[in-house]
């Protein structure tokens, strides 16, 4: 079955601090592997993508990692700020251009 | 440029009645997805338009469910009889080709609450 899972599922951190958001799948065949971030109240906003052989992407204080041999992929925030405070949603793209979205990791960013 | 937008952004309802949610694309964006938000729960995927080929509607998960796309821009998705359990999030997301790779950008969504 074509399943992505997220954890944890909510997350309190420290402004400044770091933090790592876990994503695994069993998607297959896969395609890609997007992170998204989504604003209480809005449309999700894509941070990162990443093919099969890509095993790194940033985008200013976000890095996603990907391990298509454990089908794992990672998103690490960098000095946490007050703004990251969101979902934070995996989504893995099939052949066909079938996405199956993870249930989301929600990140609260506190001062 | 402006992005997706979605109307209205808060729809509530009584049990049975008909809803239409609509969704404005992306100028020149090709393809056109909806998507269903349950409290808690990933997006779930309802129903796929790119250009003029007949839409993937395999997401939809009853025939009470219904979407056209006009003109190849605006979508509306209709629900008819609504029911509670299709209490949700609605998103509408476009994108330029459709591919595996493009970015799909996404509305705020409709929240839609059936009493």
């Known amino acids: 079955k074509n399943q992505v899972e997220q954890s944890p599922q909510s997350l309190i951190i420290l402004e400044g601090k770091n933090c790592t958001l876990q994503c695994n799948y069993t998607v297959s065949p896969f395609s890609n592997l997007r992170w998204y971030k989504q604003d209480t109240g809005r449309g999700p906003v894509s941070l990162t993508i990443?093919?099969?052989?890509?095993n790194t992407k940033s985008n200013g204080r976000y890095t996603a990692t990907l391990d298509a041999d454990t089908k794992q992929s990672s998103l690490h925030i960098t000095a946490s700020q007050l703004s990251d405070s969101a979902s934070y949603i995996c989504?893995?793209?099939?052949?066909?251009?079938?996405?199956?979205f993870g249930a989301g990791t929600i990140l609260r960013v506190k001062s | 440029g402006a992005g997706v937008s979605q109307s209205p952004s808060n729809k509530v309802t009584e049990k049975g009645k008909d809803v239409e949610l609509r969704c404005d694309p992306i100028?020149?964006?090709?393809?056109l997805y909806w998507y269903r938000q349950s409290l808690g729960q990933g997006l779930e995927f309802l129903i796929y338009f790119q250009g003029n080929s007949a839409p993937d509607k395999s997401g939809l998960p009853s025939d009470r469910f219904s979407a056209e796309r006009t003109g190849g821009s605006v979508s509306t998705l209709t629900i008819q009889r609504t029911q509670q359990e299709d209490s949700a999030v609605y998103l509408c997301a476009s994108s330029w080709f459709g591919g595996a790779a493009d970015t799909q950008y996404f509305g705020p969504g409709t929240r839609l609450t059936v009493l």
């Open positions: 989504v893995v793209s099939r052949y066909g251009n079938k996405l199956v």
């Open positions: 990443m093919t099969f052989s890509e």
């Open positions: 100028s020149g964006h090709t393809a």
